[in-house]
């Protein structure tokens, strides 16, 4: 919305409105456009335009009132959150004369849906009663203004239990004839692609780097080592004495609690890599191919990339180094700044020319309209898994089911939505300090653009802020 004449459409440095007025034509009449202010108050979500407000309480939460030392608190219940948790004001009240008891540490960090630091100051016993049950229960008290949240750890106390959850339920006609007829897909050992193996194009003019193994807490080692067997075993990795590129490992952990051995070549030969020119599409693109689909199925592939072989010079290229010794590396390995690139390359040519099949990486969604076309299109894609050797994590996939996420988005058969996630870290997001916090919040936001109308003026007043004045 144009600040100068109020229209919407173009902004003010371009308005001919403004420029008229400096010729001494006949300008229109300034109108400020209306303002508008967006705050997080009290868990409800407050709009300010022109002074009035409009406010709109949360939905599909549920709240239940609890006694805490004989204080009514109204309690957002949380399943998601394995502690109880209340704002430092709102402990206040339970106590006489607004003075909190002394308090225990607490012995762990806690973290918001959304990634914030939650700053805890310590937990304390309380006495508790909710309806006919009556119970002495740990509390968490932390800093700042937060609703207060019932969480798992006094369910049992208060007598709560959880039901009704939702899942997606997958077809088991349908997996389980699919899994039977592909089998070897499925067996859980690591694939090997039977086409040419991937080779490197490194600048010669780039002397090879070698560096020291980095130190590992010894928490780790076990885990480490662990890994590490695991891929000599399974051919990924072969012991060296050395060799003329050597890269030392960062070993991120995976939401089950085990390491992802990964190597840091940003060090060494990503400087040397020249750039694999097949461009990552743009997911508008993809998710534009699966019009008309009412029924799908997600398929994971395992250890994608180390499925694929690499030629010698390029596994010596690869090489890394642990506490353990060096290793080169005889499979693609993540971190290798062309590997996406060339994985995306080879899943589209091999499922080129087959309906309704969208393959993003590791990831192949496939939709059709009813069961039986469905079916037809998962059997073709495993039969050129077959062909050049690829396996499937069967935890992972997915078999006939009406929706599902992908790529940050809800798909189903009236169109593309998006996540209840995305939406409540969007929504639960906590206020921005600093530039570059408020850029991260832009970026978030930015993700869903196409689902938020006139999302460029309502935004305005915060890009206003990203300005060096």
């Not at 039969?383 to 996939?397: A, H, I, M, P, R």
């Not at 870290?425 to 850029?439: D, G, V």
């Amino acid at each position: 919305m144009c600040r100068t004449c109020g229209k919407t459409g173009h902004i003010a440095r371009v308005c001919r409105s403004a420029a008229l007025g400096a010729t001494g034509a006949p300008r229109l009449e300034h109108r400020r456009p209306p303002t508008a202010n967006h705050v997080l108050k009290d868990c409800h979500y407050v709009t300010e335009i022109n002074g009035r407000v409009v406010q709109f309480p949360a939905q599909g939460k549920a709240h239940v009132k609890v006694k805490i030392e004989g204080q009514l608190c109204d309690m957002e219940v949380d399943s998601g959150s394995g502690f109880t948790i209340v704002s430092d004001q709102t402990a206040r009240t339970f106590f006489p004369r607004g003075k909190l008891p002394p308090l225990e540490p607490f012995p762990a960090t806690l973290q918001s849906y959304s990634a914030g630091r939650i700053h805890v100051m310590g937990m304390c016993a309380v006495r508790v009663q909710f309806r006919d049950k009556q119970a002495v229960l740990k509390l968490v008290i932390a800093k700042g203004s937060r609703p207060s949240l019932l969480g798992t750890d006094w369910f049992p106390g208060l007598g709560l239990s959880i039901s009704g959850l939702n899942s997606i339920q997958t077809c088991p006609e349908m997996s389980e004839a699919l899994c039977k007829e592909f089998a070897g897909l499925f067996n859980g050992k690591l694939g090997c692609y039977k086409g040419p193996p991937v080779d490197f194009e490194l600048d010669p003019g780039v002397a090879p780097i070698r560096l020291k193994p980095r130190r590992v807490p010894f928490a780790l080692q076990p885990k480490i080592e662990g890994e590490l067997d695991k891929l000599v075993k399974q051919g990924v990795l072969s012991p060296v004495d050395s060799a003329k590129w050597e890269t030392p490992i960062v070993t991120p952990l995976k939401a089950n609690g085990e390491v992802r051995i990964c190597a840091d070549y940003k060090c060494t030969i990503n400087k040397a890599l020249r750039g694999n020119s097949y461009p990552i599409p743009v997911v508008s693109h993809l998710l534009a191919k699966l019009a008309g689909g009412k029924v799908f199925v997600k398929i994971d592939l395992a250890q994608a990339y180390q499925q694929l072989p690499v030629t010698p010079q390029s596994a010596e290229a690869q090489t890394i180094v642990t506490h353990k010794g060096a290793f080169r590396v005889n499979r693609l390995q993540f971190g290798v700044c062309v590997a996406p690139g060339i994985f995306q390359g080879l899943m589209e040519r091999l499922l080129r020319g087959l309906p309704g099949v969208l393959p993003f990486f590791d990831d192949v969604l496939i939709a059709g309209k009813d069961p039986q076309e469905l079916v037809a299109r998962v059997r073709a894609v495993l039969l050129k898994f077959k062909e050049v050797g690829l396996q499937l994590k069967k935890e992972k996939c997915s078999f006939g089911v009406p929706t599902v996420d992908f790529l940050g988005f809800k798909i189903d058969a009236s169109g593309i939505h998006p996540t209840d996630a995305k939406i409540k870290a969007i929504i639960e997001a906590p206020r921005r300090q600093n530039k570059t916090e408020l850029q991260s919040f832009l970026g978030l936001i930015n993700f869903y653009h196409s689902f938020l109308p006139k999302k460029a003026s309502v935004a305005e007043p915060l890009h206003r802020l990203l300005q060096k004045k």
